[in-house]
Nanobody, 116 residues
Framework: QVQLVESGGGSVRPGESLTLSCVAS????????MAWVRQFPGQGLEWIAI????????ASADSVKGRFTASKDNAKNTLYLQMNSLKAEDTATYYC?????????RGQGTQVIVFS
């Protein structure tokens, strides 16, 4: 059974940093592309970043490029999202997904609030 559990969200000031974690079970992330997406209140999902099975290849959306970095520890079956220079417009619920399709399995999400 695929399970994804995100954590690490919180309330921070603009310019601060957070690191999100996603612990996977029921499958090995070393064999899958994994992604991070976010959802603004009342809106659909926005793709943020994707990382290859080995972790050697990553890509990110223009809105977070240069600020957010996806990484993974295959031994721990855990995915990370390092978020630097956070902005108010980054306020959202963040999810990790197995794969990157529109119906990709995701966890319960972790909320990030950036406030002045």
């Amino acid at each position: 059974q695929v399970q994804l559990v995100e954590s690490g969200g919180g309330s921070v000031r603009p310019g601060e940093s957070l690191t999100l974690s996603c612990v996977a079970s029921g499958f090995k992330i070393s064999t899958e592309h994994m992604a991070w997406v976010r959802q603004f209140p009342g809106q659909g999902l926005e793709w943020i970043a994707i990382i290859s099975p080995t972790g050697s290849i990553t890509a990110s959306a223009d809105s977070v490029k240069g600020r957010f970095t996806a990484s993974k520890d295959n031994a721990k079956n855990t995915l990370y999202l390092q978020m630097n220079s956070l902005k108010a417009e980054d306020t959202a619920t963040y999810y990790c997904t197995k794969g990157s399709g529109p119906d990709a399995p995701r966890g319960q999400g972790t909320q990030v609030i950036v406030f002045s």
